[in-house]
């Protein structure tokens, strides 16, 4: 049976490994375009048959369709996962010779320390061979309450080894550790953390089944946004990034550790997540040191400004190797991104944008990856994966939370209450559509439209995120790159916030409701109707008979709250302004 043929969408194509290898071996300027995803749903022939670099050769471009037409199907997930077991091999216990003293490294240990801060322990150890992949180390780190914590070690360069601690509590602590390099096996210590600073409120964890608060319970709404690339950017544009959170109403950004090549995404990062270069290719063994310093600092300003960073580990739109590389290199790449980054107090896990326009990369290793995460962990950030066209199964036990791309064009935060039932999860849909005036039409929706998806989430129990893609001279779109914001929507979102922050309980609960309105809040008490793109000049409420209420119209894209005068109770009439995006509050009076 033929695989493929000249009709087959190209989108099927680069899903098969062999025929995602052809193809790159073939037309590498099709494989390493920017705009190779927006080409995905035509047919492999039209796309080859329009290639620039193939216009005079049809005969290759027959070539290549024989070749294709030739595939088998792909192996078995056991076959896969079979393979990429054998491509992690364990370091070996010979690393140091016997004449090495067993724990003779010397270990740092910082002068002050306390609880709900990050801690980190330096040892001067070997640096012959490759440190990154031959030298295994993991740190106990034994609490005052007698919880050990095992934290992963890691090679920062120049015969430097690191493990890292978000301390969960003050008290005296003692550490060990345990390594094939026995200049690093059998090292101990300890140390006294203080109390936790004033203010401090720990790690973000998922509350009441939907939604999210930090660890001292305080509710955590999150308002987020998006670009994707800001760290690859240099100095200047993510500062002024920075400044532009600063002033937002942004509490969550999501990021890339990898650069981007895609739409208005073709310059090169100031640095590269592995030692090597675009020309002369990359060696996916050893990571680059300051690149991760450079992301360690963006990620501590974020947190300064109190926003999480949602870190995405994996994505697609590459031209640099980064999504192809081996099984194994893929867990050792986590296995070092997670050791040095998991003591950040506002990291969010990120498996992968998109994840199924990764190819070469199945349930499995997803699943795997998952795991390597979790074990390295010891802080147990917030953990998801993001999806393209087909939803992951956001019922797996390691997912804390979904993570959407809307699935219809218009409709996407009303399936909000559906999603919530489907996997009694909290609900976060990263991206609705953004506001802009680019091609796509992911990106040209109104500032007055995204307002409304995020208040449509909002009612309904979900959290709807942010991003901003209008057209510039010098390709600097936010969500992208970031720099500056150029629409309507986040001062709007910024009113939105307020309004959430105000409800009681902290959270919005949807409400048994009318058909043609959601409502939210607690029933009786203080419930918040929206109406969106409708526009009545009045509506008929029904409330409990002896009970008084206040009555509040919310104009949400004027920003505007009327108090009604007086009180009201049982059933009465609410004048409205007969425009689009009111919301009406209802509050018992004490």
């Not at 609880?115 to 040892?123: D, H, I, K, L, S």
């Amino acid at each position: 049976m033929t695989t493929f043929t000249a009709e087959s969408p190209l989108y099927f194509v680069m899903r098969h490994a062999e025929g995602n290898r052809i193809l790159a071996e073939h037309v590498p300027t099709l494989t390493n375009s920017p705009l190779l995803h927006t080409l995905y749903f035509h047919e492999v022939g039209m796309i080859l048959g329009t290639e620039e670099a193939l216009q005079d050769s049809p005969a290759k471009v027959a070539e290549i369709l024989r070749l294709i037409g030739e595939l088998e199907p792909e192996d078995t997930a056991a076959e896969r996962s079979a393979a990429a077991a054998a491509d992690v091999p364990a370091p070996s216990a010979g690393y140091e010779p016997d004449t090495v003293a067993r724990a003779s490294a010397a270990l740092a240990l910082p002068a002050t320390a306390a609880a709900q801060e990050r801690f980190e322990v330096t040892f001067a150890g070997p640096s012959h061979g490759n440190p990154f992949t031959d030298v295994d180390l993991r740190v106990e780190f034994t609490a005052p309450s007698g919880k050990v914590l095992s934290v992963p070690g890691f090679y920062d360069g120049d015969g430097s080894y690191k493990a890292r601690l978000l301390l969960p509590e003050a008290g005296d602590w003692t550490l060990a550790t345990s390594s094939n390099a026995r200049s690093l096996d059998g090292v101990t210590g300890s140390f006294r953390a203080a109390e936790a600073p004033a203010g401090s409120r720990g790690v973000v964890r998922v509350a009441n089944t939907f939604h999210f608060a930090y660890d001292d319970g305080t509710p955590y709404l999150p308002i987020g946004t998006t670009a994707y690339a800001w760290t690859h950017q240099g100095d200047a544009l993510e500062k002024q990034t920075l400044d532009t959170l600063a002033a937002g109403p942004f509490n969550k950004m999501r990021m890339c550790v990898f650069p981007k090549s895609y739409l208005f995404n073709e310059n090169e990062p100031d640095f590269y997540p592995f030692e090597g270069s675009l020309s002369g290719g990359f060696d996916y063994e050893r990571p680059n040191p300051a690149f991760y310093r450079h992301l360690e600092q963006r990620i501590s300003q974020l947190d300064e400004l109190g926003i999480e960073a949602d870190l995405i580990l994996f994505h697609a739109y590459d031209r640099w190797g980064f999504s192809t590389m081996t099984p194994g290199q893929d867990d050792r790449y986590l296995k070092y991104v997670v050791a040095r980054l998991a003591s950040h107090r506002n990291i969010w896990w990120s498996l992968a944008n998109e994840y199924d326009l990764l190819f070469r990369k199945t349930t499995e290793d997803w699943e795997r990856f998952a795991g390597i995460v979790q074990a390295n962990d010891p802080s147990g950030h917030l953990l998801s994966i993001h999806n393209c066209q087909a939803f992951y199964d956001y019922s797996r036990p390691w997912v804390t939370h979904s993570s959407i791309q809307r699935q219809d064009v218009h409709k996407t935060a009303e399936f909000t209450g559906e999603w919530r039932d489907r996997w009694q999860k909290p609900v976060v849909i990263d991206e609705c559509a953004y506001e802009g005036n680019i091609d796509q039409g992911w990106g040209n929706i109104t500032g007055e439209e995204m307002t409304r998806r995020f208040w449509e989430g909002a009612i309904r129990g979900g959290y709807v995120g942010h991003g901003e893609t209008y057209m510039d001279a010098g390709d600097i779109l936010w969500w992208a790159k970031g720099g500056e914001f150029h629409g309507s929507s986040p001062e709007r979102i910024a009113f939105l916030r307020r309004i959430q922050e105000e409800t009681p309980g902290g959270f919005l609960e949807p409400l048994p409701s009318a058909w043609d309105v959601p409502t939210a809040g607690i029933r009786y008490e203080y419930e918040l109707s929206y109406f969106g793109f409708n526009q009545p000049t009045y509506r008929n409420f029904v409330m409990p008979a002896g009970r008084k209420y206040e009555v509040d119209v919310i104009d949400t894209w004027n920003m505007t709250v009327e108090t009604l005068p007086g009180t009201m109770e049982g059933r009465f009439r609410v004048e409205l302004p007969g425009r689009q995006f009111i919301a009406v509050r209802i509050r018992a009076v004490a």
